[in-house]
């Protein structure tokens, strides 16, 4: 059964980088759609950007980070990659990564995977 583990969380003043990876083990990982969701207090589940699987490495990214985050695999590695750059308050959230063998989007359904999550705190 694969297992996904997120690290790289923190707290980090607006305007700052982060970096979070995602490792994970028990799948032929470069088959899979990696995607990173987030979710804040009382918040529900959004999405934050998903990557293709291997061959096809199509990108897509929601609005509230267009821009501002980069999503990255290094399938040697089996880790998928959130760069987080001009952060802010309000991307306050746990982050969670998660794999499907679909396309993936932005309804977290799909992915049927999920990491225990890495809290990140922007503080202003």
């Known amino acids: 059964q694969v297992q996904l583990v997120e690290s790289g969380g923190g707290l980090v003043q607006a305007g700052g980088s982060l970096r979070l990876s995602c490792t994970a083990s028990g799948r032929t990982f470069s088959s899979y759609t990696m995607g990173w969701f987030r979710q804040a207090p009382g918040k529900e589940r959004e999405f934050v950007a998903r990557i293709s699987r291997l061959g096809i490495n199509y990108t897509y990214y929601g609005d509230n980070v267009k821009g501002r985050f980069t999503i990255s695999r290094d399938n040697a590695k089996n880790t998928v990659y959130l760069q987080m750059n001009s952060l802010k308050p309000e991307d306050t959230a746990v982050y969670y990564c998660?794999?499907?063998?679909?396309?993936?989007?932005?309804?977290?359904?799909?992915?049927?995977?999920w990491g225990q999550g890495t809290q990140v705190t922007v503080s202003s």
């Open positions: 998660a794999t499907t063998l679909g396309l993936g989007g932005r309804d977290p359904a799909p992915y049927d995977t």
